[in-house]
């Protein structure tokens, strides 16, 4: 018994503070900025109910200049807990950076490999096959390691930032089977699973206020064949050292989150309030994230001094 079916996990369940993780979404948006960025992010979903999902995002990125061109590197790495579901994922980005009269135009690519395990337990995936007691299903038998690629482009002005990627391009195939059976038998005991593709949309921009207080309209569209998530946030921030807002998310609920920045070290918390869904009857969603920015000239090496012989 073989079939194909696509994976229902939240593989691209979004984190509310966004704006500190774009590229995760897109990779485009690495290089975006003249400082080496560093980030983590981490996310508690639907506190309170049994095997929740549990995220952790550790970004890395900067800017290159070579061959007289800009470009974008940068590093990710993604680990998620859903119940029995652990996914890992360690990817490469590269960003190509056209300047414009009014911008920088990027273009960027993510190349990595996704370590995807789960151990069903006392589930019958395949009951016909499995025997009876505790069995366990694994993932692509190859190593249990899929190629995953991701692709971006985006816009970024003095003020206004735009960009649009698809994420699994590839749609990563996967296995699951049971221990007490042969990859032979993978032909006719299997369950055949895909990482489905999905779209990202990205927008915002950064309004001055009275002096010193500027505000961030954000709005992001994730869709894929089987939903479309919306989410709208307003940021605002106070002499470019304190931020705070709320989000807004469809057919989910709100979110509120409150921020500092202390000399180039910025920390960050998110609270969810779910009002749909089994995630209603949970007691929200907490988020944490950390990103410490560095300018980039910092590794550059530094000019000596010379010093000079005067003739007397």
Known sequence: MCCMVEVQAQW?????????????????????????????????????????PRKLLLTAGMPLEFLHRRHG??????????????????A???????????????????????DINYDAGKIAIVTDSLHAGRGSVRVN?????????????????????????VMHINQPA????????TT??????????????????????????????????M?????????????????MIYNQRFSGGLSWRADDGYGFFAGVNLQGVEMGYAYDLHKTGM?????????????????ADYLKPKRQPQKSIRLL
């Open 12 to 52: 691209d369940a979004p984190f509310s503070q966004q704006w500190a993780a774009r590229s995760f979404y897109n990779p485009s948006f690495n290089g975006e900025t003249e400082q080496i960025t560093t980030s983590a992010h981490y996310r508690y979903q639907w506190a309170g109910i049994e095997n929740a």
């Open 73 to 90: 590197a940068g590093l990710i790495a993604y680990s998620e807990n859903v119940g029995e579901l652990r996914n890992t994922l360690l």
């Open 92 to 114: 490469a980005q590269y960003s190509y950076i056209i300047r414009t009269g009014g911008g920088l135009l990027q273009v960027g690519l993510q190349a990595g490999l996704s």
């Open 141 to 165: 038998p190859a190593g249990r390691q899929v190629p995953d690629i991701n692709a971006g482009i985006s816009w970024r002005g003095r003020k206004v930032y735009a960009g649009l990627s």
């Open 174 to 181: 996967l296995y699951g089977y049971s221990d007490t059976i």
């Open 184 to 217: 032979i038998d993978l032909r006719t005991d299997s369950l055949q699973s895909f990482i489905p593709r999905s779209y990202n949309f990205m927008a915002g921009c950064n309004i001055r206020l009275i002096h010193p207080f500027e505000i961030e309209p």
């Open 219 to 235: 709005v992001w569209v994730l869709h894929n064949r089987h939903e479309t998530m919306v989410q709208a946030t307003l940021r």
């Open 279 to 295: 995630a209603k009857v949970s007691s929200g969603s907490h988020e944490l994230y950390l990103r410490y920015l560095i300018p």
